[in-house]
């Protein structure tokens, strides 16, 4: 199951940065996982510092 981001999301771009296979972009109002390329490694979730990625 791919990672989602919540409304937390402060749009910092921490995420992006730390995913390997390039799955997090920035959305309208704030960053998106594409579900297809998400690989669910978790190091997205790690790297969000206000905790708005978790596993869907």
């Given at each position: 199951m791919a990672?989602?981001?919540?409304?937390?999301?402060?749009?910092?771009g921490a995420c992006a940065g730390s995913?390997?296979?390039g799955?997090?972009?920035a959305g309208d109002s704030q960053y998106e996982i594409d579900?297809?390329?998400?690989?669910?490694?978790?190091a997205c979730e790690g790297a969000c510092p206000?905790?708005?990625?978790?596993a869907q």
């Open positions: 990672h989602v981001i919540s409304d937390v999301c402060v749009s910092c995913c390997p296979v799955a997090i972009s579900a297809d390329t998400c690989i669910d490694c978790g206000t905790g708005a990625i978790s």
